[in-house]
């Protein structure tokens, strides 16, 4: 059974930066496409960010510019570079992971997430 296992959560003040790192066990193939969601109280969970194999990245916009997954060809892990962190950017952040693609928003493994706080 494939596990997601994410670190890197904190605390940071607002205009800081925290990066976030999520690796997959229980599985001997890579996993096609890994990225990240989060979710705020009260809010649904929503999509972040994403790379699939071979390097291609998805982003939502409100990330887009601020949020980076780094290039790194460490089989089934994912790391989430997070820059100019807003309040409003506090969240539970979720890794998810897919055996393949192409979407960017199906996924069949979650981790249990890392909290992501951001003061002003």
Same mark, same amino acid.
């Given at each position: 059974?494939?596990?997601l296992v994410?670190?890197?959560g904190?605390l940071?003040? #607002?205009?800081?930066?925290?990066r976030?790192s999520?690796? #997959?066990s229980?599985?001997?193939?890579r996993l096609?496409?890994?990225?990240w969601?989060?979710?705020a109280?009260?809010?649904?969970?929503?999509?972040? #960010?994403?790379?699939?194999?071979?390097?291609?990245?998805?982003? #939502?916009d409100?990330v887009?510019?601020?949020f980076?997954?780094p290039?790194?060809?460490t089989?089934?892990?994912?790391?989430?570079q997070m820059?100019s962190?807003?309040?409003?950017?506090?969240?539970?952040?979720?890794?998810?992971?897919?055996?393949s693609g192409?979407? &960017?928003y199906?996924?069949?493994f &979650?981790g249990?997430?890392?909290?992501?706080?951001?003061?002003s």
């Amino acid at each position: 059974q494939v596990q997601l296992v994410e670190s890197g959560g904190g605390l940071v003040q #607002a205009g800081g930066s925290l990066r976030l790192s999520c690796v #997959a066990s229980g599985t001997t193939t890579r996993l096609d496409v890994m990225g990240w969601y989060r979710q705020a109280p009260g809010k649904q969970r929503e999509f972040v #960010a994403a790379r699939a194999t071979g390097g291609s990245t998805h982003y #939502a916009d409100s990330v887009k510019g601020r949020f980076t997954i780094p290039e790194d060809n460490t089989k089934n892990t994912v790391y989430l570079q997070m820059s100019s962190l807003k309040p409003e950017d506090t969240a539970v952040y979720y890794c998810a992971a897919a055996p393949s693609g192409p979407s &960017w928003y199906e996924y069949d493994f &979650w981790g249990q997430g890392t909290q992501v706080t951001v003061s002003s």
